[in-house]
């Protein structure tokens, strides 16, 4: 696996640029674990699910389980592809 070096992908890109960038990517990554705390709220609370993240904000999600069926999955596929 080839691990990029982000000083020199970033070299020449202005600093107000390289904070929008920094912005926008945090919101994404933000609004990409909200989507999963709620749709996988009982996954993204538990450390026993490795491979989901943990999330904060699982805990607003409380009031229902997670749904595995495959259009729940399907689902949630095609709306993290927007």
Known sequence: MMVRDTQKSLR???EVRK????????A???DYFQYLASV????????EFHFMPR????AG?????????PEEIK????ALKL
């Open 61 to 69: 999600y409380y009031d229902q389980l997670d749904s595995l069926s």
């Open 40 to 47: 996988f709220p009982v996954m993204c609370a538990s450390d």
């Open 75 to 78: 689902a949630c596929i095609s």
């Open 28 to 30: 994404m990554a933000s």
């Open 12 to 14: 020449g890109i202005p």
């Open 55 to 58: 999330a904060m904000s699982a």
């Open 19 to 26: 904070e929008l960038i920094a912005n926008i990517l945090s």
